[in-house]
């Protein structure tokens, strides 16, 4: 008691949990403060509003759970137990992977990728980029900006000729006329 009060009181020191944070080596520190700057330097706040941010993430049906802040207060684990403190999980999960963009004027449709399928460069071209050019064109205007990370569906060649036949500029890991790994627009 007397090393926390000393800490809290004396000290005026707060308590924190780590924060769990990507590893990152020199290089893609570098990478990416260079394309922060690029970026910076690049696009004004107009040239910004007509970018459309996209991504993908895996949910399931159990949801997320952080073992550390999600808690129940009680005198007894019994009691804790009738009040919510225990968390049912499935032994297999339904899973679905979700894609979506957003612009400054508002979301585009979302793609659900159907079970047993994989996240490819055939499904992302099929019924991804359509989405991306239509929402797009009429969230944003003709001539929007799009932007994506360097999943491999998004990189390949197949994409790549497609996004180019679809005639929208490009802000993303690509091959060819890149900016430190990022095509610029």
């Known amino acids: ?84 403190g225990t968390r049912p999980v499935h032994k297999f999960p339904f899973k679905a992977m979700i894609w979506a963009g957003i612009t400054f004027n508002g979301v585009t449709d979302i793609v659900i990728l159907p079970q047993k399928m994989s996240f490819d460069a055939v499904f992302y071209i099929e019924n991804v980029l359509p989405i991306v050019k239509r929402d797009g064109n009429r969230l944003i205007v003709p001539d929007f900006t799009f932007q994506q990370d360097g999943a491999k569906p998004h990189t390949s060649k197949a ?5 180019n036949s679809m005639g929208f500029s490009l802000i993303g890991p690509i091959s060819g006329h890149q900016f430190n790994g990022f095509k610029s627009v």
Do not use: P
Not at 159 to 163: D, F, K, L, N, S
């Open 1 to 84: 008691m007397t090393v926390k009060r000393v800490i809290h009181e004396d000290l005026s020191l707060n308590t924190y949990k780590k924060i769990r944070v990507q590893a990152l080596t020199a290089n893609q520190i570098q990478r990416r403060k260079s394309f922060a700057h690029w970026i910076k330097n690049r696009f004004n706040l107009e040239e910004c509003r007509s970018i459309l941010f996209s991504d993908e993430k895996w949910f399931d049906q159990d949801g997320q759970c952080n073992r550390q802040n999600d808690c129940v207060y009680a005198e007894l684990r019994e009691t804790a137990n009738e009040d919510f």
């Open 159 to 163: 994409t790549t000729e497609a996004i």
